[in-house]
């Protein structure tokens, strides 16, 4: 039994073949509309979402199976003291699979080691976020037709951001992959992924503060909001929350091809402004993550569709 709680869980290979699985779902629906008929998915989110737990839940229905689940810790035995080990236990008799996302970095690998089904990491604290990453990918691979050779922009709250800690670690194994990382000084990049990912596999980045020095260059601007619930200050977050906008003046300066992604939800950092842009993917992307979790689930539970 197989478990994603990082992108590396994966190979390359392993990879490529579950991002050629996510582009025929996209291109024959019809194909996979029973695949999954009689299982059950769980979505225990310990912490808010919209895109990740329902595009989980259109995933799970696209396949013709059934979804159950809570969307809250409140809502859940964790109000009471459960743990996360219990919990996945006793979820384990319910359902096939899960996808969980908890507040506590690490929280969805404790559970799996005493799970009977499948668990996904959703999503856990300021860590990773393994399936936001295969949509990355998915709509990296779509839009620019592969995943090596890029010069890649990664911009906002890198220090919290989950979403670019699991890229980061997943594009490193392709070649000719360049980061330009731009934050304020306090939000850069944790040092783990400095010194441990990039340095010690000799990924060639840079670090800058401003958006304008680093647009003309990049086939991908990755933008992200600044995190909010892990700041341990108001004043600070507000501090940093409108550091970057990106608006039509800063996109005059990117190239004719760049993409510009974000994994939502967006805050000020993207101006509406950009939205009609047609370098603008991250309504696009966001559309990619039900394809690639249909192909995830249809992995996990080793369901195979001729
Ligand atoms: C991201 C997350 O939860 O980390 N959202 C998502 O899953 N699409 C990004 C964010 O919340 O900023």
């Known amino acids: 039994m197989q478990h994603l709680m990082s992108p590396l869980d994966l190979s390359v290979e392993e990879l490529d073949k579950l991002l050629t699985l996510a582009n025929d779902i996209e291109n024959n629906p019809r194909k996979y509309a029973h695949a999954c008929e009689g299982k059950k998915l769980a979505t225990c989110f ?12 259109a995933a799970m229905l696209n396949l013709g199976g059934s979804i159950l689940g809570f969307s809250s810790a409140d809502s859940s035995s964790a109000a009471k003291g459960e743990s996360v080990s219990d919990t996945i236990r ?3 008799c319910y359902a096939d699979i899960c996808a969980m996302r908890h507040p506590k970095e690490g929280a969805p690998l404790v559970a799996s080691e005493k799970s009977a089904i499948p668990v996904i990491n959703a999503g856990d604290g300021g860590h990773q976020h393994p ?6 990918l998915l709509t990296i691979r779509s839009l620019k037709g592969r995943l090596d050779n890029l010069k890649i922009g990664l911009c906002g709250d890198l ?9 980061i670690h ?31 596999n000799d990924v ?9 020095d680093a647009m003309a260059d990049l086939d991908i601007l990755y933008m992200t909001r600044v995190q909010k619930e892990r700041f341990f200050n108001e004043d600070d977050y507000v501090r940093m929350k409108d550091f970057y906008i990106l608006n039509k003046k800063k996109m005059s300066l990117a190239k004719e091809d ?8 967006r805050v000020n950092e993207i101006s509406v402004e950009v939205d009609d842009d047609p370098r603008a993917a991250y309504f696009r992307q966001a559309q990619y993550g039900v394809y690639v979790r249909m192909a995830l689930i249809l992995t996990l539970l080793e369901v195979d569709v001729c």
């Open 159 to 167: 220090k919290f951001g989950r979403t670019v800690h699991s890229l």
């Open 90 to 92: 006793v979820i384990s």
């Open 204 to 212: 060639p980045f840079r670090e800058v503060e401003r958006l304008e």
């Open 170 to 200: 997943a594009l490193i194994r392709y070649p000719d992959i360049q980061f330009t990382l731009i934050s304020p000084e306090e939000l850069r990049v944790p040092s783990y992924i400095r010194e441990d990912v990039l340095r010690k």
């Open 258 to 265: 760049m993409i510009v992604m974000h994994p939502l939800p």
């Open 46 to 57: 310990y912490e808010p979402s919209t895109r990740t737990r329902l595009s989980f839940e």
């Open 131 to 136: 399936t936001q990453t295969l949509t990355d």
